[in-house]
C-alpha cells in the first residue's frame, strides 16, 4: 500500500489548509487512520484520527481547529486545518496499519 499525503504549504496564521491522504488501494475501511505531525526538534506526534466506524479523535491542541475526515470512495482521507497558530508548522504524515506516507510541510508563518 501506498499513501500520498499532499496539502501543505505556506500559510499566514489564521489561514486554512486541507490535507489529503490517497491510499493506492481501498484500505482505509479496515482500520483506523491517522494523521501525525512533526515540529523541528520534536517527537511525532497523533494529531488526528478517524476509525473505521467514522469515530474521529483529535487532539486538545487542535480541538475545534483540525477535523478529520474520510471518503472511501475515493481511498482518502482528509485533514481540515483553520485557524492555523505558528505551533502548527510540522510536517504531516498519514497512517494506516504500518503504512506512512511520505510527508507533506505545512509551514504557518507571517
Known amino acids: 500500500v501506498q499513501l500520498q499525503a499532499s496539502g501543505g504549504g505556506l500559510v499566514q496564521p489564521g489561514g486554512s489548509l486541507r490535507l489529503s491522504c490517497a491510499a493506492s488501494?481501498?484500505?482505509?475501511?479496515?482500520?483506523?487512520v491517522g494523521w501525525y505531525r512533526q515540529a523541528p526538534g520534536k517527537q511525532r506526534e497523533l494529531v488526528a484520527s478517524v476509525g473505521t466506524r467514522g469515530s474521529t479523535y483529535v487532539t486538545d491542541s487542535v480541538q475545534g481547529r483540525f477535523t478529520i475526515s474520510r471518503d472511501n470512495a475515493k481511498n482518502t482521507v482528509y485533514l481540515q486545518m483553520n485557524s492555523l497558530e505558528l505551533e502548527d508548522t510540522a510536517v504531516y504524515y498519514c497512517?494506516?496499519?504500518?503504512?506512512w506516507g511520505q510527508g507533506t510541510l505545512v509551514t504557518v508563518s507571517s
Open positions: 488501494r481501498s484500505i482505509f475501511s479496515i482500520a483506523t
Open positions: 497512517k494506516i496499519l504500518d503504512y
